[in-house]
């Protein structure tokens, strides 16, 4: 089709706009919930209700993105969003706060609606490139976005939340002018009228080369959550570095994914498929955290994060393309929202163990993290044999 390319540019751009607002706002939330005179365990509600209200409300909005079009339901979740931001900006105390969050969990859909309107613009063989634009423009949104927001919370712990809505409005607008429903969604769904059903659902779920990479999307993430709650912790308590040199090392996990997501791994695909991109990816990401545990300079520290963030950047977006191109294109947008709803599960799960751990030993939390990715290891080498390509 003469307007694919674009078409991807414009998922590219909408997915970037929402991950910028939602990278503005999520790492202030702590600093504005501390403002209300909430302490460690009622931030950490704040993260639960969004997860759990995600894990439950993705799966509706891809069956609906199936039944009713891609379109119509990204705009209606990043008008959701836009409102669970400027609701939060206006909170004036904790349970409001609270509140926006539940409503942001429960318009959670972007990017699994996103990866369904991806995977109908692109081939089999150009959807781990085609996902990788959408990792890409995820770590591209959280580069950028906790920069900005922690800028704008020297004005006020509100405007974070506040130019996060805003910008979740300017991305409604762009879409509703710019985005134009995929043709062959739109095939699709008069082809099958009667495939919104629970039995039509129940049986794509059923197929191992569906779940299989879904819980294999939950190990990987689980792990890389232990990442995310303990690192700035972690390099002060034993590198004695600040919050600053946290983020920037963050940051410069975030461009290395970009670049890989980006553009690289469809090179990589390519000449080794899915499934051999991810053969190398795991591991990588198991060496990165073993160097954590191990590290003792910084630029040791700064090495482990770079195997792991490259490792992570290959086996992420071909997870997400060998589940697609397992289900039917009827069915896609469900079975991607239910893929993003075990995302969200390790997220509800990751952050109290992660927690927990670090009170024991520094390195504790990494040691679960890379046991975690052996596991996923084990079940990759169980479910995937060299003839499963013959499949894609």
């Known amino acids: ?20 607002g939602f990278g503005m706002m999520i790492p202030m939330l702590p600093f504005f919930a501390r403002h209300f ?6 931030i950490g509600w704040l993260m639960f209700v969004y997860s759990f209200m995600q894990i439950f409300v993705s799966p509706l909005w891809g069956l609906l993105s199936d039944r009713f079009g891609r379109r119509p339901i990204l705009l209606i979740t990043i008008a959701g969003q836009a409102a669970a931001f400027l609701w939060g900006g206006f909170a004036a105390g904790y349970l409001s706060l609270l509140l926006s969050r539940v409503f942001a969990g429960a318009f959670a859909a972007n990017i699994s609606t996103a990866s369904a309107y ?12 085609g996902m990788g634009l959408i990792g890409a423009a995820f770590g591209l949104g959280f580069i950028f976005g906790p920069a900005i927001g922690g800028f704008l919370v020297s004005v006020g712990y509100e405007w974070p939340s506040l130019m996060a809505g805003i910008v979740s409005l300017i991305n409604l607008v762009f879409a509703f002018f710019i ?9 699709d769904r008069s082809q099958n009228r009667r495939r919104l059903s629970w039995e039509a659902y129940k049986k794509s779920f059923s197929s191992v080369y569906i779940f299989a990479p879904m ?75 073993l160097g954590l545990i191990e590290a003792t300079n910084f630029w040791f520290l700064s090495g482990s994060l770079l195997v792991m963030a490259i490792g992570y950047s290959l086996a992420n977006p071909c997870l997400s393309a060998i589940t697609s191109k397992s289900a039917d294109a009827s069915n896609q947008g469900s079975v991607l929202g239910i893929y993003q709803s ?51």
């Open 1 to 20: 089709m003469p307007q694919r390319k674009s078409s991807k540019l414009i998922i590219f751009l909408i997915v970037f706009i929402d991950l910028l």
């Open 37 to 42: 005179g909430a302490d460690a365990m009622q």
């Open 118 to 129: 991806m995977a109908d613009i692109t081939t089999k063989e150009e959807r781990a490139k």
């Open 179 to 187: 985005l134009d429903e995929p043709i062959r969604s739109r095939l």
């Open 215 to 289: 819980i294999l999307f939950f190990l990987l993430t689980l792990a890389f959550t232990q990442l995310e709650i303990v690192f700035g912790l972690f390099v002060s308590d034993r590198f004695f570095l600040n919050e600053r040199d946290a983020g920037l090392m963050f940051a410069g996990m975030g461009i290395v994914m970009a670049i890989v997501q980006g553009g690289l791994i469809g090179r990589f695909v390519k000449k080794l498929g899915e499934i051999g991109v991810i053969r190398i990816g795991l591991p990588l990401v198991a060496l990165g955290l």
């Open 342 to 392: 075990m995302g969200s599960l390790a997220r509800v799960f990751g952050p109290l163990l992660a927690g927990f751990l670090y009170k024991r030993s520094q390195s504790a939390a990494f040691i679960c993290a890379v046991l975690i990715v052996f596991m996923a290891q084990i079940i990759f080498a169980l479910v995937y044999r060299r003839s499963y390509t013959q499949n894609l």
